[in-house]
């Protein structure tokens, strides 16, 4: 089995005496959904992050999708985040592009022409009911339906990897379901490896699952 | 609303560089409707014991464009009743060759001087006049005023610049969150700035069609070009194809060379 992250005495820090992740050493396999657990500061954002090369390894090795994220180029990242798909807490949605647009963004960014990218945004935002509002802009948007259109623009490029940091921190229990369903039939239907970062892990989940726990810089595999 | 207000402070930062160009160029040009004005009038005379060719002379310095002789005749003529015919032959042998040299533009103080010192190595010339001290007082005071405008047009130049660099590190501010998010997602450098760039070159345009509207205007009611023609300058001050072309290219390359520095120093969000 192909592995996704492949992280080797990995060293996480803002500040160069302030290691937030400690040699850590992990994988992950393709395919795989992967819950990141720990307090708040733990720093199961900052390793998050270090996926997606907003931040740096400090030491040690990091290996995503094949890449390496020490001393990575512009272009390679640039490559690299064009087959990754995001969810972030605070949604990061474009503010003033319409809700077609924003979920559109990835396509855009590969390169998708109209009719292809047309397509594949109406169907995501079926998926996530919000077809109705697809000509309207994020602040006229509930907190939960802003969470579902992030989800549906991390679907729109059928990504190999979908980084979720705390997904449905602050969503209703509907959006919750949603949004949980979606990164589900990504995994199930798409092997789309998941990698989320919560402080919960829902109930009733149906995919298997890898829990990492994350306390005093170490990170620990649960199950 | 505050998006017009950025606007429009940047089409008046580059409107301004565009003008203090532009003043600087019609001032360049008015003087040199000026100088070929005055080179007309404009000659040095030669006094020499020998004859010259107009050959000779131009050989002797590339300013001097044509030279012809001064006829003595008609001084000679006035004497006449003066003197006796034996005399006036004698003096006729003996009179200097006088030449009337016509430059190919009109010269500097310290060019005369040169031209004086060229001349009068020739040992058969025995003196140059070029009327240095008569020289128009009124170029002068344009030489000058070009000086001043120069000054003023490259630190207009400077100033402005710094104007439109702060305007555009509003834009960046007004851009980052969405320019952060596109970077996200892998979004190339040219793709997440390209708002920035096109906003840049609208800006430049219509700094420029505005440039071109007002020196229409100035031309089209002769606000400057009339009192310019009563002291016997014919210039074009804006010549609408070489003139908006070349302010079309500085607004361009001004805004979007200011806008690449903003892309380039833009930190991502981490």
Redesign the interface.
Known sequence: MDKVIIAENLSLS?KEFETIISKATFSINSGEFVFITGASGSGKSTLL?SF?G??EPRQGNLSVAGVKMNRIS??K????????G?VFQDY??????TIEKNVM??L??SGYTGDVSGAQVQKLLGHVKLTHQAGKYPPELSGGEQQRVAMARALAHNPILILADEPTGNLDEYSSSVIWSLLEGANTQLKTTVIVVTHHIPEGLKVPYKHYHIEFGNINEIS | MKSLKNHISLIIALFTVLASVQIYVAVDRTIAAYESHLKNDYSVIVVANKAFTPKEFTTMSSMIERSEPISTAQVLERLKGEMSEKNLALLKLTLPKFYRIYLNRFPTPNEINNLQKKLQKNTAIERVEGFSQTHDTVYKLMLLFKDVVQVFSIAIAAVTSLLILKEMRLWQFQHA??M??????????W?RSAVLFRLAIVDAIIATLILCFSFFIIDYYGILTLPLKEIGINVQLFNFVNDALRSLAISLGISIALTFTIVMFHS???
Not at chain 1, 92 to 97: A, D, F, G, N, T
Not at chain 2, 180 to 189: D, Q, R, S, T, Y
Request: proline fraction near 5%; charge should be positive; avoid cysteine.
């Open positions: 803002y992050k997606y907003a931040i512009t272009s990242l640039n490559f690299l985040r064009r087959h990754i995001i990061k949605l474009i503010k003033e592009w963004l990835p855009i960014i | 969150e969405r952060n998010i596109m970077a996200l997602f892998g979004a190339p450098v793709l991502e969000e981490e």
